[in-house]
């Protein structure tokens, strides 16, 4: 029997009232199961843990509609009714993770003849339970579940406060100097002579990269930086406390340690000596690379001291035009939207041995998204959503979102990918977040054939989530690869001569990235380590230690940081997972990057077992060997 995906509204006006009762239908069948989970009953373990999994099933059924829902729908009676049930599921986690009774049940389970699968899911079942406080006493089980109902509420302001603040600059058309002659287009002089730039994404990004009008640049940078600011320092405040004081109501010494012990890292202390281990490898290439910016900046402007995030796009653009002979203005004359989209389906169709199907006549929640069906030897195995340019009231930011997890005969799994680019033209480095991005969804699909929605799709440890999508982004700076799909308006492939100079040019910067990327790293780790009373001052101490690049003046950045909450102290994550991509790359002919066998083990050992398996014991089955960091810091100093 064919499993059928989801029916999403067809109409409007029936989103909030399928949103409801998907979480209230979902969580009353995970209420009646933990009841009868204490009922008494004689089952066997293998009983037990299929009836637990039923439950885990219809959480995720859940809060994968609430969580997306929330995020994307265009009406805000909709995005607020998927927010109130995030809240309700968050409660019902939180109470059923500190039921001593049911943990009890769980806990007395005898573990001879289970599979290594089931036993991995009873060992980090009961890890949850302990983990969440359920051995303490009633009044400091009383205490976390106030926590966590709190935390899960001020997630959501924080994000809400982030997606909803759209600043913008207005400009005389001057300013505009330099910017591609269709973004000037697309932003029309109004009444009062003057142009609208916003803090969104497709304005931003070119805006930050082309404006040669260093002021303008400022502005528009400045508040970029400053959306959330100041409503969410209350906020992250707070947040900050809570995880502390959980942490230490499970006597762990803080947030951090708390935080890692589930992760590949292992412990809070890691995280600072990771970081500092890469800003140490970063620092040399990172003031070379300075010192050339900083000179070909003050060619212009020989009052220029410093260069600071409203310069660096910039001025690394003019660096990369001038001594690797690539515009990316006219770069962006090979990618026009609709080839990228159909060239990043096409490119991982053949990776993976897989094909999409777009489906016109599936339901979706705004006119922009369309829907694919993905199909392994003809039979379907998934389906996916792009949902991939701005609007009000949605993410801001680039993501993939789960709608369904996938479980073997009875859920396939389904995704949403959330990015806010250009309808027309894209800017190189946003084809390579769309594969990244993309990285992900296929993650959550090839990995959703799964027994124990637990482990379904994206369920490996949270530092290597971002490796097999980082590794992705390597197939968008291939010429073989690009040449597929990105042509010029006269139909023109890109010259795989280009592209060697885009690499080139690219490559430059690196150490000045990881710098910024650590520093990003840092303001997670040590906001969380140490709570401090003044979030801006502290931030700005951070940026001075390990950004190479000066700090705005008078900008709050970590107000719209949203990896903080989403992330918590572990923004290390990212660079954590590239050291491992870098390394999975190492088995990749460059020379081959279409060759379907080496992509098919991949495919196999790494991305089709979701997180049955730890994620090192997945890269050792495809290399063959443990991973290290000998093929990043070869890259890195390279």
Partial sequence: MSIEPE????????????????????????????????????????????LWNDGDIAIAHASGAAGLIAQVHPDLGVRTAAEDGTVEIARFLT?????????????????????AVAERVLRRTLRDFRRAGVDRDEATRTRLAAISERLTELGQDFGRAIRDDVRSIRVAPDRLAGLPQDFIDAHPVDAEGLVTITTDYPDVIPFRTFAHDRAARQELVSAFNNRAWPQNDAVLHEILDLRAELAGLLDYPNWPDYDAEVKMIGSGGAIGAFIDRIAGLAHAPAQR???????????????????????????????????????????RGYFDFAAVRAGLLDVTGRLFGITYAERPDAPVWHPDVTAYDVLRDQAPIGRIYLDLHPREGKFKHAAQFDLVS???????????????????????QDVVTLFHEFGHLIHHVLGGDQQWVRFSGVATEWDFVEAPSQLLEQWAWDAGVLATFARDAEGTPIP???????????????GLQA?????????????????????????????????AYARLPDTHFQASFGHLD????GYYTYMWSLVIAKDLFTAFDPAALFDTRVAGRYRDHVLAPGGSRDAADLVAAFLGRPYSFDAFGAWLAG
């Fill in 515 to 547: 710098g910024t990327q650590m520093f990003y790293a840092a303001t997670s780790y040590y906001l969380h380590l140490e709570r401090p009373a003044d979030h801006t001052a502290r931030v700005a101490e951070l940026q001075r230690t390990y950004d």
């Fill in 566 to 569: 989403g992330y918590g102290s």
């Fill in 406 to 428: 996938g479980v073997s005969s009875r859920n396939l799994p389904e995704g949403a990918l959330v990015c806010n680019f250009s309808r027309g033209l894209m800017e190189h």
């Fill in 496 to 510: 795989a001569d280009l592209v060697a100079r885009m690499v080139e040019a690219h490559e430059f910067g690196k």
């Fill in 95 to 115: 109470g059923r993770a500190l039921d001593r009774e049911l943990f009890d049940v769980l806990a007395a389970l005898d573990t001879d003849g289970l599979d």
């Fill in 289 to 331: 690379e300075l010192a050339l910016l900083l000179e070909r900046a003050q060619r212009d402007d020989a009052a220029i001291e410093s260069i600071t995030s409203a310069d660096s796009a910039y001025v690394l653009e003019l660096v990369r035009r001038e001594r690797f002979d690539v515009d990316a203005a006219a770069v």
């Fill in 7 to 50: 029916s999403l509204p067809a109409d409007q006006a029936a989103w909030e009232p399928y949103v409801r009762e998907r979480v209230g239908a979902s969580l009353a069948t995970a209420r009646l199961i933990v009841e009868r989970l204490k009922d008494g009953t004689p089952r066997t373990t293998a009983e037990t843990l299929a």
